[in-house]
């Protein structure tokens, strides 16, 4: 069974902190993707990663970034966080032709 | 511009009976449709899926609908049990090698299942 693992369940960060979630798949997946989900806005996706140390802008990249140096683990980074990034993040990974394997998700607060 | 719409934010139905939870979309590339279901403080998990070539893919209790005239697919659960109360998003993908696709997902329809 692919199993994902999102590092921190939840998280408090206050405003301007750098901030680290981080993501690590055990199942060799290429493709690696971070969302957020909001009430009323389903999730939306942030960055991708095909391989390593590629990244892909999603639909919401900005004041976010990512990295990717191994095959397994994939980080999200709020370079400064804010209080409208305050949000519950999802890590996803997946070959070509399975579906999103999804983590737990990190609720990040941001005060 | 939400591209996949799911306008029933809640859902109650009653135990045994027939759940229909709708989804339309509005961009004509999207070639593959998928559902996922969330529980609290878990991730979304697959559920099933349809491509655009089929209007009708059926497993166990599940049946997703697809009419692409409409833009619009209907995910379809009989007989609702209490396990199915969760959060149910319908998503989209513009090829069917999916999991190479970003998917677009909507907004999502909460199921309660009234015992």
């Known amino acids: 069974d692919v199993k994902v693992t999102q590092s921190s369940r939840y998280l408090v960060k206050r405003t301007g902190e750098k901030v680290f979630l981080e993501c690590v798949q055990d199942?060799?997946?290429?493709?690696m993707f971070w969302y957020r989900q909001d009430p009323g806005l389903g999730l939306r996706l942030i960055y991708f990663?095909?391989?390593?140390?590629?990244?892909e802008k999603g639909d919401i990249p900005e004041g976010y970034s990512v990295s990717r140096e191994k095959k397994e683990r994939f980080s999200l980074i709020l370079e400064s966080a804010s209080t409208n990034q305050t949000s519950m993040y999802l890590c996803a990974s997946s070959t070509g032709d399975s579906p999103l394997h999804f983590g737990n998700g990190t609720r990040l607060t941001v005060t | 511009d939400q591209q996949v719409k799911q306008n029933s934010p809640s859902l109650s139905v009653q135990e045994g009976r027939i759940s229909i939870l709708n989804c339309d979309y509005t961009?004509?590339?999207?070639?593959?449709f998928l559902w996922y279901k969330k529980y609290p403080a878990e991730g979304p998990t697959f559920l099933i899926s349809i491509s655009s070539i089929k209007d009708k893919n059926e497993d166990g209790r599940f049946t997703v609908f697809l009419n692409k005239s409409a833009k619009h697919l209907s995910l379809h659960i009989v007989p609702s049990q209490p396990g199915d109360s969760a959060v149910y998003f319908c998503?989209?993908?513009?090829?069917?090698?999916?999991?190479?696709?970003?998917?677009?997902f909507g907004t999502g329809t909460r199921l309660t299942i009234i015992p």
């Open positions: 990663s095909y391989d390593v140390k590629m990244k």
């Open positions: 961009n004509s590339m999207f070639d593959y």
């Open positions: 199942m060799d997946h290429e493709n």
């Open positions: 998503a989209a993908s513009g090829g069917s090698n999916f999991g190479n696709e970003k998917l677009t």
